[in-house]
């Protein structure tokens, strides 16, 4: 923990249908460059903005502690999973904030979500609270007003640096469904999982 400074509290929220490389390169990035003392990793329940039917919640809660086991100040978090209810962004950091107070609270996002920010529950409330840090080169596209596709991120946004990745959940329970390879951008032990219960057997 940073002594004589505030708390330093990363939040990564994600379906992690199944939870992959990406999500662990992004996460180790995240701890790194933020110097976050803790990262909160918090599967959603089901998210409003999900068209599809997730994997249930017990299967990707599993599968993320196995996926994020070996990394260090990291805690999965089952709280948006346990929520009545549709489950909001807003809420987790609002509740989070209550937990550390006096914390500074980071939101750690992938390109494609931080497009999507404007039109998250209460977005301006979320960019009050947390300082919004993106993976991904390029910036929010067709990027206007608050967003600024320059260089220069308005504040309260930061940029995370991480070579690119080019996986996605999408993709692999496709290659799942088609009985295909995906060690080792599923690790060993979450792809154990995925065979044991039989999970993404149709795509
Ligand atoms: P799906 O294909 O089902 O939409 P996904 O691979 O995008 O899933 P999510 O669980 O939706 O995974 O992602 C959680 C968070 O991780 C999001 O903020 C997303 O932008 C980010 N993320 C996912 N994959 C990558 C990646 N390869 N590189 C950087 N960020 C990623």
Same mark, same amino acid.
């Given at each position: 923990?940073?002594?004589?400074a505030e708390q330093?509290i990363?939040?990564?929220?994600?379906?992690?249908?199944?939870?992959?490389?990406?999500?662990?390169? %992004? &996460?180790?990035?995240? /701890? =790194?460059?933020?110097?976050? !003392?803790?990262?909160? $990793?918090?599967?959603? #329940?089901?998210?409003?903005?999900?068209?599809?039917?997730?994997?249930?919640?017990?299967?990707?809660?599993?599968?993320?502690? %196995? &996926?994020?086991?070996? /990394? =260090?100040?990291?805690?999965? !978090?089952?709280?948006? $999973?346990?929520?009545? #209810?549709?489950?909001?962004?807003?809420?987790?950091?609002?509740?989070?904030q209550?937990q550390y107070r006096a914390a500074q609270l980071?939101?750690?996002?992938?390109?494609?979500?931080?497009?999507?920010?404007?039109?998250?529950?209460?977005?301006?409330?979320?960019?009050?609270?947390?300082?919004?840090?993106?993976?991904?080169?390029?910036?929010?596209?067709?990027?206007?007003?608050?967003?600024?596709?320059?260089?220069?991120?308005?504040?309260?946004?930061?940029?995370?640096?991480?070579?690119?990745?080019?996986?996605?959940?999408?993709?692999?329970?496709?290659?799942?469904?088609?009985?295909?390879?995906?060690?080792?951008?599923?690790?060993?032990?979450?792809?154990?999982?995925?065979?044991?219960?039989?999970?993404?057997?149709?795509?």
């Amino acid at each position: 923990m940073h002594s004589n400074a505030e708390q330093r509290i990363g939040v990564f929220g994600g379906a992690f249908d199944p939870p992959h490389a990406g999500h662990l390169a %992004l &996460a180790k990035t995240a /701890l =790194e460059q933020l110097h976050l !003392d803790l990262l909160h $990793i918090i599967p959603t #329940g089901q998210a409003w903005h999900k068209t599809r039917a997730l994997t249930a919640a017990e299967h990707r809660l599993a599968m993320t502690g %196995l &996926a994020f086991a070996d /990394l =260090e100040r990291v805690v999965v !978090d089952a709280r948006e $999973i346990e929520r009545a #209810g549709p489950t909001f962004t807003i809420d987790t950091l609002l509740e989070l904030q209550q937990q550390y107070r006096a914390a500074q609270l980071f939101l750690i996002i992938g390109q494609d979500q931080a497009d999507a920010l404007t039109t998250w529950h209460r977005a301006d409330d979320i960019l009050k609270i947390a300082i919004i840090c993106v993976a991904g080169r390029a910036f929010p596209a067709g990027a206007t007003g608050r967003f600024d596709a320059s260089n220069s991120l308005p504040a309260p946004f930061q940029r995370l640096v991480m070579p690119p990745m080019d996986v996605n959940a999408t993709d692999l329970r496709r290659r799942l469904a088609h009985h295909q390879s995906v060690v080792p951008l599923v690790f060993e032990p979450v792809a154990r999982y995925i065979a044991l219960h039989h999970l993404y057997q149709s795509a």
